[in-house]
């Protein structure tokens, strides 16, 4: 089992719809949690961190149910501007110190 | 603006060559940097973390050997794939810890021919 899994995609999508996205983690001890977006042959770049009593941030709100180990993404009024790859990011520690950990990522394609 | 620089973007090169590629912490320094690898389609994977003035950790079923990572100060560390092959074609990627938010390079795209 992938430590982090997530629904490939792509998403597709018509401009204005809500879309959510889900992402589950097989490590129990994961602390921190994330999204990332990363645009086509970009680096990843934080999108919001989530957290247990759930957070928003405009059009985005991120979930995480550490009892089932799922995090979620939802994205409201979609925007063609949001058509990226977005990442599910895990946060655990190593012997080196902080480690994350990328879900496959999750490919949404927003239309006019 | 820009925390993390990574040099070149792009480089092709000829199989059996050696390729060094550059990452720099631009807004603070930085003791420890990671070095992941994307191939397409595909999710970042570890490859190692550099430690400034150690030696790296590699991640299970990476060669130290062939991966080879000098951190030499608190802004800078570099990563050579020696004797490239074309399976080492990928997105090599630099992040470096910020507080609790981790920065990632823009990115080095590497061709073997």
Request: hydrophobic share 35%; net charge positive; with cysteine.
């Amino acid at each position: 089992r992938k430590e982090v899994e997530q629904d490939p995609g792509p998403f597709n999508v018509p401009e204005g719809a809500t879309v959510a996205f889900n992402c589950t983690y097989s490590n129990s001890a994961s602390q921190s949690f994330f999204w990332y977006r990363q645009d086509c042959r970009k680096e990843p770049k934080l999108l919001m961190s989530v957290y247990s009593s759930g957070n928003e941030d405009g059009r985005f709100t991120a979930q995480l149910n550490r009892a089932s180990q799922y995090i979620s993404l939802l994205i409201r009024d979609s925007k063609l501007s949001d058509s990226a790859t977005y990442l599910c990011v895990i946060r655990g520690v190593n012997n080196a110190g902080n480690m994350l950990t990328f879900g496959g990522g999750t490919r949404l394609m927003v239309k006019p | 603006g820009a925390v993390v620089s990574q040099h070149p973007s792009r480089v092709i090169c000829k199989s059996g060559t050696s390729v060094k590629i550059e990452c720099r912490s631009l807004d603070f320094q930085a003791t420890t940097m990671f070095w992941y690898r994307q191939f397409p389609k595909k999710s970042l994977m570890l490859m190692a973390t550099s430690n400034e003035g150690s030696k790296a950790t590699y991640e299970q079923g990476v060669e130290k050997d062939k991966f080879l990572i000098n951190h030499a100060s608190l802004t800078l560390s570099t990563l050579t794939v020696t004797s490239a092959h074309p399976e080492d074609s990928s997105f090599y990627i630099c992040s470096v810890l910020g507080g609790e938010t981790q920065y990632f390079g823009p990115g080095t795209r590497l061709l073997v021919l």
